[in-house]
């Protein structure tokens, strides 16, 4: 388990920009100066319309690409500061990832699939975590299942475990129900915000689901690259702030 200091937000962003080159020389601004802030602990929906940004926003705040301009800060440390190494191990030891297509390996079995962090990281004698991890998300009799041997909330319920076996101290789910029926998304919005509070991490979702999204703490709304409202954060009891 990682050594825990609550002090300052999880996860900080300022000025955060990413702008991809174009034939004509003016460039293609797809994120434009983003600030946020997300407590330790708490949950953070980012809503929009396509091509608003909110993937783009998902990607530079786990490092997995470089902004044009700006900075990231994920517990205290600065992911511009880092190199490519450094950022891949910050993410194996802080952070963890579910997606909208689950990302399983094809050719393991679930509980292997729920082992790959923690061999990322070097432990050994993860097996049994990874069992009771995949017990707690009610999959206790599919440890052998491979992924195609699973249906989709299965596969999901799989990544979740997957994601929560390092004891990470921030979540980033990107259209964790986009690819479920009703059912299916109930049950991950429910073991989500569940082992959020269990686990005291915090969650960034990405979503089109407006209703998965008003139950977060606070929501992001994103439009052409920008914040345009943000509603509730660390520093606003439940007050919505709408820009122009």
Same mark, same amino acid.
């Given at each position: 388990?990682?050594?825990?200091?609550?002090?300052?937000?999880?996860l900080q962003?300022?000025?955060?920009?990413?702008?991809?080159?174009?034939?004509d020389g003016v460039g293609l601004t797809v994120l434009d100066s983003i600030d946020l802030e997300v407590a330790h602990g708490s949950t953070c929906a980012i809503v929009g319309p396509s091509g608003s940004g909110k993937t783009t926003l998902l990607g530079l705040c786990a490092g997995l690409d470089h902004p044009s301009a700006g900075t990231v800060?994920?517990?205290r440390e600065s992911l511009n500061a880092m190199d490519e190494d450094? /950022?891949? &191990? =910050?993410?194996?030891?802080? !952070?963890?990832?579910?997606?909208?297509n689950f990302q399983l390996i094809p050719t393991l079995t679930a509980?292997?699939?729920v082992l790959v962090p923690?061999?990322?990281?070097?432990?050994?004698?993860?097996?049994?975590?990874?069992e009771e991890w995949l017990e707690r998300v009610g999959l206790g009799g599919r440890l052998q299942h491979y992924p195609i041997q699973l249906?989709?909330?299965?596969?999901? /319920?799989? &990544? =979740?475990?997957?994601?929560? !076996?390092?004891?990470?101290?921030?979540?980033?789910?990107?259209?964790?129900?986009?690819?479920?029926?009703?059912?299916?998304?109930?049950?991950?919005?429910?073991?989500?915000?569940?082992?959020?509070?269990?686990?005291?991490?915090a969650l960034v979702i990405v979503t089109h689901d407006l209703e998965l999204a008003k139950k977060a703490q606070?929501?992001?709304?994103?439009?052409g690259g920008k914040i345009v409202e943000r509603t509730g954060g660390s520093n606003a009891a439940q007050k919505t702030y709408t820009i122009s």
């Open positions: 388990m990682n050594n825990k200091d609550d002090s300052g937000p999880i962003t300022a000025g955060l920009t990413k702008t991809y080159p174009t034939a800060t994920i517990d450094a /950022r891949a &191990a =910050l993410r194996n030891q802080k !952070v963890g990832f579910v997606f909208q509980v292997e699939n923690q061999e990322l990281c070097g432990k050994s004698g993860g097996r049994k975590q990874a249906s989709g909330g299965e596969q999901q /319920r799989v &990544a =979740l475990a997957r994601a929560f !076996v390092n004891q990470p101290r921030l979540l980033f789910a990107d259209e964790p129900t986009g690819n479920l029926d009703d059912e299916s998304s109930a049950m991950i919005e429910e073991l989500l915000f569940g082992l959020n509070t269990e686990a005291s991490t606070q929501v992001v709304r994103m439009k």
